[in-house]
């Protein structure tokens, strides 16, 4: 049973299209960042994907799924700073990062922008990114999708794309993957023969020529451009009542 197109919000199209980012996952860990992501985690181990892993953002694994915000009532485990890094490099890990910028090729900046040497802005800094994209799935979270965002080219390189990745050769391709851009306007994804980026849907209300206006090079299109998928009436009500009732994801993502 569908929602109806009418019923669900703008954010709430967005947290399930983040949900699908970990479809088929199995038994991994999922590293959200960021509101509307951490809300899609939730929704798809109580959904689709209930051997995911998910933690309370420090080092306890949860056994429940507790409302943003909320205290859990099961621990299922402990993860430890040491064993979150043996995790990342072993391929057992999905995270979905922000970016302060990100091209065609999915190579992402959260450092600064600017030349490095001299910056106009200071982001987050490097971080995990490098490691992050070449040992486990990494997928992205755009909440305002612009052209100072998507990017022709990263100011500086943290997250590794599919061109960099390749020119650095087996090593670097082994584990490397990108599934899924989300962005308040649509999902973006790799699925080309030289994995530049594709337009893989659009959210509804959002034309073609919007997204194509708001990115600052050419993205691959499908013909014709899907939809993305509504939420179900029980994925709303998990959303709504059990994930996220005080509608924080209204924050991120103006309906």
């Known amino acids: 049973m569908t929602a109806g197109t009418n019923s669900a919000t703008r954010a709430e199209y967005c947290v399930v299209a983040c949900a699908e980012a970990w479809r088929g996952d199995g038994e991994i860990l999922a590293s959200p960042m960021g509101t509307v992501p951490t809300i899609g985690a939730r929704l798809a181990r109580l959904t689709f994907a209930p051997e995911l892993l998910l933690t309370d953002g420090e080092a306890l694994l949860l056994g429940d799924v ?7 009532e099961v621990v299922e485990g402990w993860l430890p700073y040491r064993r979150h890094l043996a995790m990342v490099t072993g391929g057992r890990r999905h995270v979905m990062m922000g970016a302060g910028q990100l091209d065609r090729y999915g190579n992402q900046n959260i450092s600064c922008i600017g030349d490095w040497a001299t910056p106009t802005r200071q982001l987050l800094g490097v971080r995990g990114a490098p490691v992050n994209t070449l040992n486990n799935p990494t997928s992205y979270w755009v909440p305002r999708h612009t052209r100072r965002v998507l990017v022709e080219r990263v100011d500086m390189v943290c997250g590794v794309g599919y061109d960099r990745a390749a020119a650095a050769g087996p090593s ?8 899924r851009v989300v962005t308040d306007l649509a999902v973006l994804d790799f699925e080309t023969p030289d994995h530049r980026m594709r337009l893989a849907s659009l959210h509804p209300g959002v034309s073609v020529e919007q997204v194509l206006d708001a990115t600052d090079f050419p993205l691959a299109l499908p013909d014709p451009v899907p939809r993305t ?6 994925e709303l009500r998990l959303i709504r009542e059990v994930i996220d009732p005080r509608r924080l994801r209204d924050r991120e993502v103006r309906s």
């Open 229 to 234: 998928r509504e939420p179900t009436a029980d």
């Open 66 to 72: 507790p409302a943003l915000g909320g205290r859990t």
């Open 172 to 179: 670097a391709t082994r584990f490397h993957r990108i599934p």
